[in-house]
């Protein structure tokens, strides 16, 4: 008898479940780390900007992520799984050996430039289940080089948009399709560097899946599979079960949506009910002009995101979600149809986020997180070369930047993290001026930054960029220029995020506060990012004094500052 027909018979035990759990993680790992070390994108190499996961084959739900990558992306990818399957069966079914691409954020989830690719692997002639990947390609046309475009009224403005097609079929790359993509891009190398990065991570995802297989045998694997998602939806519930029944409201709001300056709401109405959650936000704005809207997949992903926060060692799979009831109407910010614009979706998920945090505060504020700083402060810089090797060449530096985390009940928070959306980091100083014509003049903690309380929140950051270029336009799509990270438990706020770029030796500000098009830069002129510290936990007069005193010595926080004092109600 071989072994796989062997561990096909045997019953599983909680050893072989805890093996099988980190073999199934660890392949996912593998994908990721393959992708990182190959893509020509910094966003990707450096940021981390990608992820990988496993897809049940009936449903499409996530069975196993990756722990390097983003888990927005991986909540969002079971949607993207089920849009290929569907647009397959239209094809005649998924075939072995094909690779399905698209960039579809109203089917898959998030914006344009994160583009999907979802492989169905197969056992003996039977659908298995799915390897996916997800990666932000660095630019795919549109009005907007890098495309986050801060004023898109459609999603056409924002980059091409392309749906589920076959980039693989039967083994063989689409020349066709891939001639299309490079059409459309400013940077076709790097498109063409990050798409091979995401087709060898797949390729090396295959292998491993089968090596697994081979070793404990189909149905074993399969069991595991289930068993993990069984895990999580007890322990969801358990979790659940020890908050108080109640409602828990939070509101919060966007600066703008890039078009018309005027505030928008995210809100949440949380009602928990023995081992049961509702998440209801109905109450949140409709969908509006500009690009801070985001699909129902996009939405539903960031809740994925915000409650593996919570409850941190729930198993990273569609169970987190089997025992919370998600309302979301349709033609909300937050469940927007095409065309709306959905580039700045990081923003809104970002609120989702918070809202999701302060509200479990009210249920129990022990085991929350107060408000991080809530904005990726997507900037772009972009223009052609100048020098004699070069001349012409088209360069664009897109790039996200940190802030600070909340408190909460064990410790201060981060200071300058990326945001909790993900598990990227934010690109290295070296690496950007490496590979672009700036030069960063500052990048620093902000002092005073984080909110107040028995923990103090995580500081924000501030970042200098100088242009070496004779000139260049830059962009940016930023939140918090109005709203601050919020406190909680009594804790403090933080300040705002402040966005300046330097005129003829004059500094000035945008006129919708966080986000700007079109800003025309010269040689050795700088654009300056303050980005928002992190919400204060607990009240700020029970922080002890040898905390205060180091704030003090490490000129974490002045003397005479008494901007984030005031107690979030």
């Excluded at 509101?251 to 959650?277: F, H, Q, S, W, Y």
């Excluded at 090797?389 to 360069?395: I, N, T, Y």
Aim: charged share 20%; proline share 5%.
């Amino acid at each position: 008898m071989t072994t796989k027909q062997q561990t096909d018979t045997v019953s599983l035990d909680p050893v072989t479940l805890a093996v099988l759990k980190g073999r199934l993680e660890q392949i996912a790992d593998e994908m990721d780390a393959t992708l990182y070390r190959s893509a020509f994108n910094p966003i990707i190499a450096e940021a981390h900007d990608a992820c990988h996961g496993l897809y049940d084959a009936r449903s499409g739900d996530t069975l196993v992520q990756g722990k390097s990558g983003l888990p927005v992306f991986v909540g969002a990818m079971a949607f993207a799984v089920r849009a290929a399957a569907r647009i397959a069966e239209e094809r005649g079914g998924m075939v072995d050996g094909d690779t399905w691409l698209f960039n579809d954020p109203y089917e898959g989830g998030t914006h344009a430039n994160d583009f999907k690719l979802v492989r169905p692997f197969f056992r003996e002639g039977k659908l298995f289940c799915y390897l996916a990947s997800a990666a932000h390609w660095h630019d795919v046309g549109g009005a907007v080089p890098g495309n986050y475009n801060p004023a898109a009224t459609e999603c056409w403005q924002e980059a091409v948009q392309i749906p589920p097609v076959r980039i693989i079929r039967q083994g063989q790359l689409d020349e066709d399709v891939l001639a299309i993509l490079r059409a459309n891009t400013r940077l076709p190398d790097s498109l063409w560097g990050d798409l091979n990065g995401q087709l060898a991570a797949l390729e090396l995802g295959a292998k491993r899946l089968d090596g697994l297989l081979d070793e404990y045998g189909d149905s074993t694997v399969l069991q595991a599979m289930g068993e993990l998602r069984k895990r999580a939806l007890i322990l969801m519930r358990a979790h659940i079960q020890d908050l108080p029944d109640g409602c828990y409201s939070f509101d919060d709001l966007l600066d703008n949506d890039g078009v018309k300056d005027e505030l928008l709401t995210i809100a949440l109405d949380m009602t928990i009910r023995g081992d049961r959650m509702t998440l209801d936000f109905s109450r949140t704005s409709p969908q509006c002009a500009g690009p801070v809207n985001i699909s129902r997949a996009t939405a539903v992903a960031a809740c994925y995101v915000a409650l593996k926060h919570v409850f941190p060692d729930v198993p990273a799979n569609a169970g987190v979600l089997d025992a919370v009831n998600v309302v979301m109407p349709e033609g909300l910010v937050i469940t927007a149809a095409r065309p709306c614009p959905v580039g700045g979706y990081t923003e809104t998920i970002l609120r989702m986020i918070d809202v999701i945090f302060s509200a479990t505060a009210q249920a129990d504020p022990n085991r929350a997180v107060a408000q991080a700083y809530g904005t990726i402060n997507a900037l772009s810089i972009a223009g052609h070369r100048t020098d004699a090797a070069r001349k012409g060449q088209r360069w664009v530096m897109f790039s996200f930047f940190g802030g600070g985390h909340g408190g909460h009940s064990g410790s201060d928070g981060l200071s300058h993290g990326n945001a909790p959306i993900s598990t990227a980091t934010i690109p290295p100083l070296e690496i950007l001026e490496a590979a672009y014509p700036v030069r960063f003049t500052q990048w620093a903690l902000r002092p005073n930054s984080g909110g107040d309380g028995t923990n103090r929140g995580g500081l924000g950051a501030i970042y200098e960029i100088e242009l070496l270029e004779d000139q260049a336009e830059a962009f940016i799509f930023g939140e918090r220029g109005k709203a601050s990270p919020k406190g909680i438990a009594g804790g403090g706020n933080a300040l705002p995020n402040v966005f300046s770029y330097e005129q003829d030796g004059q500094w000035c500000k945008p006129p919708m506060v966080s986000k700007m098009l079109g800003i025309k830069l010269k040689k050795g002129e700088r654009v300056r990012l303050e980005t928002p510290g992190g919400g204060g936990w607990g009240h700020a007069a029970d922080r002890s004094s040898a905390a205060r005193q180091t704030d003090q010595d490490l000129g974490y926080v002045s003397l005479d500052s008494t901007h984030s004092t005031k107690a979030q109600a």
